[in-house]
């Protein structure tokens, strides 16, 4: 931090471009008031009040990245349907670039919707499909992002295990921004845990380690959390396995 002030860096981002590749999702919330049960099973009536729509997912991080004084752009699979059309119209009323999203006739997008009633989270009612992209679909997200890459300096992969991403789109996708000198940052579920090779800076959490790596690891345990890491490091080839982001991973 020597050298630089907390305002020069926030100033930095106002001049990023940054590309988020993943799963890009809405999230619905339903608000409401129990006043009876239902008479058809003991389960209760929710008189709703409000309904909201929010981005979600990959478009979440897109958000935030934007508040932050960036630009981010989205390359992702959305379904051909109301919700997509929605998520679209959400992003441009943000000014977003959504060049990068590609249509699909196979699968939903992906909403998740929240019913709250009287304080409380009653049920979450989840539409997706987490099938892998098929040929046709990971080639024409892989046009999107060898033209959009190029444009950007940093790579983020938000991978929610919906199906989005894969090993073959995530190894194209690092050996072209290695080409290209763009740093690459992962952010990982368990499907892909061990696909991204050679990318800048992995961040799991711990639930994430665990299952990607099918070990133990007890919150707290420096030992083990050391031991892992090692084991990534083994595994995925990350260029950037220092002091850094040990803690970032010892902090979830």
């Known amino acids: 931090m020597a050298g630089h002030s907390l305002e020069n860096i926030f100033e930095s981002f106002n001049n990023l471009k940054v590309l988020i590749i993943g799963d890009v999702m809405l999230d619905s919330y339903i608000w409401g008031a129990v006043e009876r049960i239902s008479p058809e099973a003991p389960v209760p009536v929710i008189n709703v009040k409000k309904r909201d729509v929010r981005l979600g997912g990959a478009a979440n991080v897109a958000l935030n990245i934007q508040a932050l004084g960036a630009q981010p752009i989205l390359v992702a699979l959305c379904g051909d349907d109301d919700a997509g059309k929605k998520l679209r119209a959400i992003?441009?009323?943000?000014?977003?670039?959504?060049?990068?999203?590609?249509?699909?006739?196979?699968?939903?997008?992906?909403?998740?919707?929240?019913?709250?009633?009287?304080?409380?989270?009653?049920?979450?009612?989840?539409?997706?499909s987490d099938r892998v992209v098929n040929e046709a679909e990971e080639q024409e997200l892989f046009t999107r992002i060898e033209k959009l890459l190029p444009t950007c300096q940093v790579v983020i992969f938000e991978d929610y295990?919906?199906?989005?991403?894969?090993?073959?789109l995530i190894e194209k996708t690092v050996t072209l921004a290695q080409a290209h000198k763009i740093p690459t940052v992962v952010d990982p579920k368990k499907r892909?845990?061990?696909?991204?090779?050679?990318?800048?800076?992995?961040?799991?959490?711990?639930?994430?380690?665990?299952?990607?790596?099918?070990?133990?690891?007890?919150?707290?345990?420096?030992?083990?959390?050391?031991?892992?890491?090692?084991?990534?490091?083994?595994?995925?080839?990350?260029?950037?396995?220092?002091?850094h982001t040990i803690r970032a991973w010892g902090v979830h």
């Open 91 to 128: 992003l441009e009323r943000q000014g977003m670039i959504t060049d990068g999203l590609v249509n699909s006739d196979s699968r939903p997008t992906t909403v998740k919707t929240r019913v709250i009633a009287s304080g409380q989270h009653v049920v979450r009612v989840d539409e997706e």
């Open 192 to 243: 892909n845990f061990l696909a991204y090779n050679k990318v800048s800076l992995f961040k799991p959490n711990l639930k994430e380690m665990r299952e990607g790596l099918k070990i133990d690891l007890e919150p707290g345990n420096q030992e083990q959390l050391l031991k892992a890491i090692e084991i990534l490091k083994g595994k995925t080839f990350c260029r950037r396995c220092n002091g």
């Open 161 to 168: 295990d919906k199906g989005v991403l894969n090993a073959s």
